[in-house]
């Protein structure tokens, strides 16, 4: 597979495309590793940058990766800047009456609640605490429901500056994807842990498109398809996330 890189994007030329558009341009945030992000050179990497590049050579498509902050990810979509979303988005009832997506491309993945170690919090009753989110994803939505009552919920444009915020001692818990927050919890050396419950959300993650793009929904689709036949999709967890899987292959 040959990529080359243009300024902030990845462009995959490859042959001829099965969907009739020159180039499938992706959207990603670049700021949610493993996810995505982008690496010391200022390219985009991880996990949906590797599936998405694996995508458009199994589809024979020619596709593009361009970074985008997550508050607009869905209203540029819909205004046409670019074609897909591959951004850890969780398939939710709320955004399928916006946009489509493509079959889930990783499993529901359980939110989890993550403090300072020895924090001591009561989540049986949790009351008065500072909540960090991310703005627009599951969580904010879960948090502002079932705790926005007795608690403060404070949004972040990336979860990573949620993550600095609760490192410097402002906030009491960050309510985030597990996928997401093992690893920093692994890496912390005990300065953090998962606290209260696990918090089951969404339907899996899967690929943003708009709706009345039906063709190129079928044509990834069709190629995940193959790709979880064949193990690349379990392959590429494995790689991303400490082993997890398989999920999609015997």
């Keep these: 597979m040959?990529?080359?890189?243009?300024?902030?994007?990845?462009?995959?030329?490859?042959?001829?495309?099965?969907?009739?558009?020159?180039?499938?341009?992706?959207?990603?945030?670049?700021?949610?590793?493993?996810?995505?992000?982008?690496?010391?050179?200022?390219?985009?990497?991880?996990?949906?940058?590797?599936?998405?590049?694996?995508?458009?050579?199994?589809?024979?498509?020619?596709?593009?990766?361009?970074?985008?902050?997550?508050?607009?990810?869905?209203?540029?979509?819909l205004a046409g800047n670019y074609d897909l979303i591959m951004a850890g988005m969780s398939i939710t009832d709320e955004r399928l009456e916006t946009i489509d997506f493509s079959d889930n491309y990783f499993p529901p993945d359980?939110?989890?609640?993550?403090?300072?170690?020895?924090?001591?919090?009561?989540?049986?009753?949790?009351?008065?605490?500072?909540?960090?989110?991310?703005?627009?994803?599951?969580?904010?939505?879960?948090?502002?429901?079932?705790?926005?009552?007795?608690?403060?919920?404070?949004?972040?444009?990336?979860?990573?500056?949620?993550?600095?915020?609760?490192?410097?001692?402002?906030?009491?818990?960050?309510?985030?994807?597990?996928?997401?927050l093992e690893p920093v919890v692994n890496a912390s050396n005990g300065a953090l842990e998962f606290v209260g419950e696990d918090v089951m959300i969404g339907g899996g993650v899967g690929a943003g498109v708009r709706k009345e793009d039906t063709e190129l929904k079928a044509t990834v689709d069709e190629a995940l398809a193959t790709l979880k036949a064949d193990g690349t999709v379990d392959a590429l967890i494995a790689q991303w996330f400490d082993g997890m899987g398989p999920f999609f292959s015997e």
Excluded: H
């Excluded at 009739?20 to 390219?43: H, K």
């Excluded at 991880?46 to 998405?52: A, N, T």
């Design 2 to 77: 040959k990529k080359t890189m243009l300024a902030a994007a990845a462009v995959l030329a490859l042959a001829t495309p099965a969907f009739a558009q020159d180039t499938v341009r992706i959207a990603t945030e670049g700021a949610y590793a493993p996810w995505n992000f982008l690496n010391d050179a200022g390219e985009p990497a991880g996990f949906e940058i590797d599936l998405g590049n694996a995508i458009c050579e199994t589809a024979e498509l020619s596709c593009e990766w361009i970074i985008n902050d997550w508050d607009s990810i869905i209203p540029n979509l």
């Design 110 to 180: 359980p939110s989890k609640f993550v403090a300072a170690a020895g924090a001591g919090l009561d989540f049986s009753a949790l009351s008065g605490a500072r909540v960090g989110v991310q703005g627009g994803t599951i969580q904010a939505g879960y948090a502002e429901e079932n705790l926005g009552g007795a608690n403060t919920i404070v949004t972040f444009s990336t979860a990573d500056q949620a993550m600095a915020d609760l490192a410097a001692g402002n906030l009491d818990t960050i309510l985030a994807d597990g996928a997401y």
